[in-house]
C-alpha cells in the first residue's frame, strides 16, 4: 500500500473500532510524524465521563507528551469524522500541519460542513486539508453503530413494558 493516507486513515479506523468495541461512537485518530505514529485516540466520551474525552483531543495530549511540546509542527492528523468546534480549535492551537479526514459530519462538523475553523484565513495557524479518504468506510462504521444502536435501545424499551410473570 503505497498511499501514506490511506495507511494512516486505516490505522485511524481501528481506533474507532476500539471505541465501538466500548459502546461508543467510533471516531478514531492518529497523529503521525515522519512516518510514525506520535499519538492516537478514540472517543472515549461515556466512559471517562468527560466532554474532552474526543478522539482528537486525546490523539493531540499523547502526541505532546510523546514529543515533549505543545507545539505538534511537522505533524499529520487522520481521523475518521470531521473534526467538531472544540477538536477544530485544538488542531488550530497545536500547529498541525495537515488534517486527513474520512467522513465529513453536517450536523456539527467544523471543517468545511457548519464552519470552517481549521482553514479559517483569520487565524494565525491553517493546516492543510484534505478530506474524504475512505469515506465510505468511515460513514460505514457511524450509520451501522446508530444503526444498531436504535435496535438495542428499542429491544430494552420492549423489555421494560414485558410484563413480568411473577
Avoid at 34 to 48: K, P
Avoid at 56 to 71: Q, V, Y
Avoid at 128 to 149: M, N, P
Wanted: charged content about 30%; some cysteine; proline content about 4%.
Amino acid at each position: 500500500m503505497a498511499d501514506p493516507d490511506i495507511r494512516f486513515m486505516k490505522r485511524a479506523i481501528h481506533q474507532a473500532r476500539r471505541a465501538a468495541m466500548l459502546g461508543e461512537v467510533p471516531i478514531g485518530c492518529v497523529i503521525v510524524r515522519n512516518g510514525q505514529v506520535v499519538g492516537r485516540g478514540y472517543n472515549r466520551r461515556n466512559t471517562d465521563h468527560t466532554t474532552l474525552a474526543h478522539a482528537e483531543l486525546l490523539a493531540i495530549d499523547r502526541a505532546s507528551r510523546k514529543l515533549g511540546d505543545w507545539r505538534l509542527e511537522g505533524c499529520t492528523m487522520y481521523v475518521t469524522l470531521e473534526p467538531c468546534q472544540m477538536c477544530s480549535g485544538a488542531i488550530v492551537q497545536a500547529r498541525i500541519d495537515r488534517v486527513v479526514i474520512g467522513a465529513m459530519n453536517p450536523k456539527a462538523g467544523c471543517a468545511g460542513s457548519i464552519l470552517n475553523i481549521l482553514e479559517e484565513p483569520r487565524f494565525n495557524h491553517q493546516p492543510e486539508v484534505k478530506r474524504g479518504v475512505l469515506e465510505e468506510e468511515c460513514s460505514a462504521l457511524l450509520t451501522d453503530f446508530f444503526k444498531d444502536l436504535r435496535v438495542r435501545v428499542r429491544e430494552e424499551k420492549l423489555q421494560k413494558e414485558k410484563p413480568s410473570d411473577g
